[in-house]
């Protein structure tokens, strides 16, 4: 939001600029351009790494990296060192969330995909359909595939020779390396009016395979950084700055907000600062932080939290932490921690093209030049030494990913389930234990009447009074009675009773419902057992009876439990609930183990410390409250009923909100897993066997290029078997 003018004291004028080199060690945040794979942000991270003292994590995903930096170490030298790494660079400032998205953004790749099909799709056709090779065919097809294989995968060739600028290779330079040969041998062949076979089709089918499986790994690209916005986003824009106690409020923009100010907030609005009541009462929806559905009541003395939402009563709050200190802006930062040192694979294709791409040049030189001097046959030694390059073209090494991701993709869409990429399924794929929140994940975030001593009659009265009222509590009571029998009675005198109940006068009976407690220091003779119950009720004086309110379990909990524990992982319940609650849903689920009471930043903190026990967990929740401990795990699943907030942080989406989608998408992860490692062999280990038979001349580049084609429509009729997947 834009900065307001600063008041001494105020957040804008403490900031601090970047600290200078002689400081002490600190903590830096950097946005990068131009990462297009897990070998650019390792790349970046061992750069950085090498200066003295310093120690940084790069995340792809928020193409930014968070660098802690000793003393002795300026700004200035962890930018140009990423600039000179080949990508670019600058120092954030502010608490966003920003991220940088440029090479591989959607909105750039998909006009080159668009352009790959109109032009591409018919060189393809027109190849492999032999009776439609006319006269001159070969120069229809290079001209068709020219636009594809320059400006379509130009990306590929961009992010290639950036890698090549910095002293390494990666998927890029595979794919760049295949595109560029096959192309220039068959230009070459065409222009000499040779008979020979041309691989413009090849060329183009990589370019739009890969641009369509980058497309999909691009949908997460920005996931973290929506994310944070999302919490940014829930903080109040302004505030009503009460100068001195009995003053008319004046409003001024909430980042302004100074420690110690008095604001006033109305119902229904947003609390804008960290602080503490000093007048007025109310119920406070905390569920942005708790996860619970039920507000809380709070009273002069009572603290707020900055983003909650102010339900009935006007308060007058003091603020006590704003700006970057507030519990919101902590949130978002721990979110964007835990995605930063969140522990990405780097793709088994990056690893293997690192060395591949060296020794596959190595073996074409020696070829040539073992032709070439050993027998004297320098054209011999050419052909062969192209036919290493042809035959060792990545093109189903390339499509073995983004293949089976696609396929993948489109039938977990079709189940309900979304899946960012392909780091999310290798995730899966390890997995022992999986943490579940529980409301609005294992239960549906409603409270309901679980059951009553009430009589039909004296129900009826609570319902009828309870109706005045907002508060889940009250409607759930409200929702407990026929309706009809409530919509008649006459209802007066209603009022809210701060501490948890209400009062009114209905059908000339005076009704009284709140905790036990409550009705006790209004003169009425409770008895013991009601103190279980939760909530109690009296008419005219006297004690009628209790109700017990809980939240709804969801439909297919208890069988989505059974089949997690079927696939041989433990289960955990992790929520911000009492224990009791905590242990009765738990129970009524299947679940043995119970973390109850957890805070927000608590529940990123009990995630770490089952990672640092040596276990691989998996999180499933739906608040913002879950969003960090959804970014820490190394596997997020965010129910799709849940906050935008949550679903932008999670690897995977449940867009059904069934718990039985929790297992369902893991043995989809892990089918795709084995079928992209089972892809990934079948396609290195085509190159390996085919190079030594390329380099002693056994095969013509014609028949290198066939089998290169067969490779890849091996590889893409493999990914298609996952459509069968149920």
Known sequence: MPASPARPGTAAASAQSPASPASPAREVDLDISGMTCAACSARIEKKLNRIDGVHATVSLPLNSAHVRVPAGVSDAQLTDTVERTGYGASVRSGADGGGLVEDYDPRALRPRLIGALAFGLPAIVLSMVMPWHFAGWQWVVAFLSLPVVTWAAWPFHVAAFKAARGGSSTMDTLVSVGIIVSTGYSLATVALGSAEHVWFEAADAVTLFLLAGRLIEERAKGSATKALRELLSLGAKSAHLVERPGAAPVDVPADGLRPGDLVLVRPGETVPAD???????????????????????????????????????????????????????????????????????QRLADRISAVFVPVVFAIALATLLGWGLAAGDWPAGLRAGLTVLVIACPCALGLATPTALAVSSGRGSQLGILVSGAEALESARSLDTVVLDK?????????????????????????????????????????????????????????????????????????????????????????????????????????RGSAAVADTVRPGAREAIAQLHALGLSTVLLTGDSEANARAVAAEVGIAEVRADVRPADKSDAIAALQAAGRQTAMVGDGINDAAALARANLGIAMGSGTDAAIAAADITLMRSDPRQIPQAIRLSRATVRLIRGNLFWAFAYNVAALPVAALGLLNPMIAGAAMAFSSVFVVLNSLRLLRFR
């Open 275 to 345: 602080g503490e009541v000093v007048a007025g009462t109310s119920a406070v929806d905390t569920s942005m932080l708790t996860g619970e559905p039920v507000p809380v009541d709070v009273a002069p003395g009572a603290q707020v939290v900055g983003g909650t939402v102010n339900t009935t009563g006007a308060l007058t709050v003091r603020t006590q932490r704003v700006g970057a200190d507030s519990t919101l802006a902590q949130l978002a930062q721990l979110v964007s921690r835990a995605q930063a040192g969140k522990p990405r694979m």
């Open 439 to 543: 409301t609005g994940t294992i239960t549906e975030g409603r409270m309901r009447v679980a059951g009553t001593t009430l009589a039909a009659a004296d129900l009826r009265l609570a319902a009828a009074a309870e109706a005045m009222s907002e508060h889940p509590i009250a409607r759930a009571i409200a929702a407990a009675a026929p309706q009809e029998g409530t919509a008649r009675a006459a209802v007066c005198d209603f009022a809210a009773i701060p501490g948890g109940g209400v009062r009114a006068r209905v059908d000339g009976h005076r009704v009284l419902i709140g905790r036990p407690g409550l009705l006790r220091e209004e003169g009425v003779d409770v008895p013991p057992a009601a103190d279980g119950a939760g909530i109690a009720v009296a008419v005219d004086g006297s004690y």
